[in-house]
Antibody, heavy 112, light 104 residues
């Protein structure tokens, strides 16, 4: 059974940084593209970033380019999202996603 | 980047109606597509994956078809529990803009 467990969310001030982690199990992690998706309160889901199986390529939605960095550690079956220069509109539940499998999400709140 | 165009954005229908939602990709994505249902306050729930495979536990009135750039989600006979918003998503990438299915 595929399991994706996110951690690292919390309350952060505008301009601050946060690092999200995702622990994956039940899949051969090292051969799959992985991604982060977020959902702000009252809005639809938004794809944020993805990363190639070997980590050699990444893609981002325009609104986070230059501020967020997705990475992975295949030896640890882990996915990460380093977020910096956070803004109020980054407030959302962030989900670790692999194809149609989603974690339960971790809440990021950007507020002073 | 491959972005997804979903239509219609709002669909008014009655219980028992057959409903079809369309999703188009700008480039060929083979069958790497999922359909989700979302209700207020809840996370998206997967209905269909790999364009046409029904997720376990999802009623058989839901079906998906298509490959390449054009995909459809069909609800064969709309039930009261189906009034919700539906999204398509290319695996690990963009979502469509959503289709809100409302009561006619």
């Amino acid at each position: 059974e595929v399991q994706l467990v996110e951690s690292g969310g919390g309350l952060v001030q505008p301009g601050g940084s946060l690092r999200l982690s995702c622990a994956a199990s039940g899949l051969t992690f090292s051969i799959y593209w992985m991604s982060w998706v977020r959902q702000a309160p009252g809005k639809g889901p938004e794809w944020v970033a993805n990363i190639k199986p070997d980590g050699s390529a990444t893609n981002y939605v325009d609104s986070v380019k230059g501020r967020f960095t997705i990475s992975r550690d295949n030896a640890e079956n882990s996915l990460y999202l380093q977020m910096s220069s956070l803004r109020a509109d980054d407030t959302a539940v962030y989900y670790c996603v692999f194809n149609q499998y989603w974690g339960r999400g971790t809440l990021v709140t950007v507020s002073s | 980047d491959i972005q997804m165009t979903q239509s219609p954005s709002i669909l008014s229908a009655s219980v028992g109606d057959r409903v079809t939602i369309t999703c188009r990709a700008r480039q060929n994505i083979n069958t790497w597509l999922a359909w989700y249902q979302q209700k207020p306050g809840n996370a998206p729930k997967v209905l269909i994956y790999e364009a046409s495979s029904l997720e376990s536990g999802v009623p058989s009135r839901f079906s998906g078809s298509g490959s390449g750039t054009e995909f459809t989600l069909t609800i064969s006979s709309l039930q009261p529990d189906d009034f919700a918003t539906y999204y398509c998503q290319q695996f690990n990438s963009y979502f469509g803009g959503g289709t809100k299915v409302e009561i006619k």
